[in-house]
C-alpha cells in the first residue's frame, strides 16, 4: 500500500507541475507582443501643379506602393493604379486642379486594389512617372508628369499599345456561369441596374452633374414605386455610390433569375442640341452610328475598375449566340415598345426612342433586357429634369406602369 501510496502522490505531483506549467504558457501567450503585420499604406495628401504645357500630379502616401500608370480616350483620363490604398483626404479633395487636369477621384474599386482616376483636358503623354521614398519628415509620394500630345499621335499610341496586349495576351478561360437563387412566391423579380457608381462618375453634365448620381436617385425612385404596388421583388446592382463591374452586374440577373432588368444611365452627345430619353435592347448590329459608339464607350467602364472585357471575347460571344437563339430578345422588345408610350406621356424622347446596339450588360441569355438612357447630361433641359424630384418621380411612375402592363401581355401570352 505504501508503494501504491508514493505512486499516487507522485502522479499528483506531476499533474500539478503540468498544470502549473500550463497555466504560464497560456500567461506568457497572452502577455507576448503579437506580430505586427505591414499596415496598407494612406493617402495622406494630393495635390496638381504646372500648366497646359506641362502638369505634375503628387500623392503623398505613409509608405512606399507599387503603382501602374496608363491613360484611356473616350474620355481622356490616366489612371494609377495601386495596391490596397486607404485615402485620408480633406474634402473636396481632386476638384480643385489646374493645368492638363480638369478633375480626379479615387477609392477602392475591389479587394485589394486602390485607383486615382484623372480626366484631362485633351490627350495627354505620361512624360514620366516615379516613387519618392520617405526622407525625415517627408511622407513617400507618386509623381505623375503630363505634356500634350495630338489626338491623331495619341490614338496612333493607343491602338499600338492594344494590338501588342491583344498579340501577347494568354487564351482566355470563360467564367462560370453564377448558381441561380431558388426563388420563392410568385412576384416577379426585377433587377435595377444603376450606371457607374464610386471613381466612375460616368458622364457629367454641363453644369457638373454626374451621372451616377442621377441615375442611381432614379433608380432608387422606381425601386420604391415597383414595391410600393406589392406586385414585385426588385433588387438593385447597387443602391449606394459604389462601382460594379458590367460583369457582376450580369451576374446579379442571371443568379437571381429576374424576370426583368432595366440598366438606367443619362449619358452626353456632341453639342447641346440633342436631347430626351431612348431605351436600348441588344443587338449583334447596332441600329446607327450613334448607338455603336455610345455601347463602344459604356463597354469600356469596367477598364476603369481594371477589368478588360476585351479578354473575355469568347464568352461574350457564345452569351450573344444564346441570346438571339432565345425568346430573350422579343421579350426585350416588348418591355422597350410599352415603356417609350407610357414614358412619352411624361418625357421627352430622341428622334429614335428605341435603338439597339451591343450593351454588355444586357447579355444575359437568359433575362429579358433593356438600357434607358433617361436623357443627355450634355442638354441644359434635360440635366435641369434629370435633378429634379417631381420629374424623377413623374417618369419612374410611368416605368412602373409599363413594367404592369408587360408582364400583363407575357401572361396572356402564356395563357396563364
Not at 167 to 184: F, G, H, Q, S
Request: proline share 6%.
Amino acid at each position: 500500500m505504501g508503494l501504491c501510496g508514493d505512486m499516487q502522490q507522485e502522479k499528483t505531483a506531476l499533474r500539478t507541475l503540468l498544470s502549473i506549467l500550463l497555466a504560464l504558457s497560456l500567461l506568457l501567450f497572452i502577455a507576448a507582443p503579437k506580430p505586427v503585420q505591414a499596415a496598407d499604406a494612406v493617402a495622406t495628401g494630393a495635390r496638381v501643379g504646372g500648366d497646359d504645357k506641362r502638369t505634375r500630379f503628387v500623392a503623398d502616401l505613409t509608405k512606399p506602393v507599387s503603382y501602374t500608370v496608363f491613360v484611356l480616350p473616350n474620355p481622356y483620363r490616366v489612371i494609377i493604379d495601386m495596391p490596397n490604398v486607404t485615402f485620408n483626404l480633406p474634402p473636396g479633395t481632386g476638384q480643385k486642379t489646374r493645368g492638363l487636369i480638369g478633375e480626379y477621384r479615387y477609392g477602392q474599386v475591389a479587394a485589394g486594389r486602390s485607383r486615382i482616376v484623372m480626366d484631362t483636358a485633351g490627350p495627354v503623354l505620361i512624360e514620366k512617372s516615379f516613387i519618392v521614398e520617405p526622407q525625415a519628415s517627408q511622407p513617400a509620394r507618386i509623381v505623375v508628369d503630363l505634356v500634350p500630345i495630338s489626338e491623331e499621335a495619341f490614338l496612333k499610341t493607343y491602338r499600338e499599345e492594344e494590338e501588342k496586349a491583344v498579340a501577347t495576351a494568354e487564351t482566355p478561360v470563360p467564367l462560370p456561369i453564377p448558381k441561380a437563387e431558388d426563388r420563392n412566391g410568385t412576384r416577379k423579380l426585377i433587377v435595377i441596374d444603376p450606371g457607374h457608381g464610386g471613381v466612375d462618375p460616368g458622364a457629367v453634365g454641363v453644369n457638373g452633374t454626374k451621372e451616377k448620381d442621377v441615375v442611381l436617385g432614379f433608380a432608387l425612385s422606381l425601386r420604391d414605386h415597383l414595391r410600393k404596388s406589392g406586385q414585385y421583388e426588385v433588387v438593385m446592382t447597387r443602391a449606394s455610390d459604389t462601382f460594379v463591374s458590367l460583369r457582376d452586374r450580369v451576374r446579379v440577373a442571371r443568379r437571381k433569375k429576374a424576370d426583368l432588368f432595366i440598366a438606367i444611365h443619362a449619358d452626353t452627345v456632341k453639342g447641346p442640341q440633342a436631347r430626351g430619353a431612348t431605351i436600348y435592347t441588344l443587338s449583334e448590329k447596332a441600329s446607327d452610328a450613334e448607338a455603336e459608339a455610345l455601347a463602344h464607350k459604356e463597354n469600356r467602364a469596367d477598364i476603369i475598375g481594371g477589368l478588360d472585357l476585351g479578354a473575355e471575347s469568347e464568352e461574350v460571344t457564345d452569351i450573344l449566340i444564346d441570346l438571339v437563339q432565345r425568346e430573350s430578345k422579343s421579350h426585350s422588345m416588348v418591355f422597350a415598345k410599352k415603356a417609350v408610350i407610357e414614358m412619352k406621356t411624361v418625357t421627352d424622347f430622341t428622334g429614335k426612342p428605341l435603338r439597339s446596339a451591343g450593351f454588355v450588360v444586357l447579355k444575359a441569355p437568359d433575362v429579358p433586357s433593356v438600357l434607358v438612357e433617361l436623357g443627355y447630361l450634355s442638354s441644359r433641359q434635360d440635366e435641369a429634369q434629370l435633378t429634379a424630384p417631381k420629374w424623377r418621380d413623374k417618369v419612374a411612375s410611368a416605368m412602373t406602369r409599363a413594367i404592369d402592363k408587360y408582364f400583363a401581355t407575357e401572361l396572356a401570352s402564356r395563357g396563364n
